[in-house]
């Protein structure tokens, strides 16, 4: 069969495929099923020499190569000396929301008289000091 695509012509031959079929037979809540079911001989994949913008496809595997160890190279943008205090003005501000939060949590826990949750709150009290 000849095909053409955006011009270019080249001639398809499809494979010839075996196919058996079969009676299949069954039971079904009681009932007898007969259907016919239709099996087909797996075909090996053909080998084809496909590039794609010059470099070859390929779907075997691809042997691993060892990559170089490359350390990246940060940037970080200098800020102004206004957005640099801002910043750290946020960050201590979230700080003692955080304690705050934690002193509440604290508070609470010894109310219950939970002692493991107490530990664990003072540990993290800790940690943030």
Not at 54 to 77: D, Y
Not at 84 to 107: M, S
Not at 111 to 117: F, H, T
Request: net charge neutral; aromatic share 6%; proline share 4%.
């Amino acid at each position: 069969m000849e095909l053409t695509y955006r011009g270019v012509t080249h001639f398809y031959d499809p494979d010839t495929i075996e196919i058996h079929r079969e009676e299949v037979t069954g039971r079904f809540r009681g009932q007898e099923l007969n259907w016919r079911a239709v099996t087909s001989v797996a075909l090996p994949e053909a080998i084809l020499n496909l590039q794609f913008r010059g470099v070859p496809l390929r779907a075997s595997q691809v042997e691993a190569t060892s990559l170089q160890q490359v350390q990246p190279q940060l940037r970080t943008k200098s800020l102004h000396p206004l957005q640099q205090n801002f910043i750290d003005q946020v960050a201590e501000l979230h700080r003692r929301n955080i304690l705050l939060r934690l002193q509440q949590r604290l508070q609470a826990a010894k109310a219950r008289g939970d002692d493991n949750l107490v530990q664990l709150l003072e540990a993290e009290q800790q940690q943030m000091a």
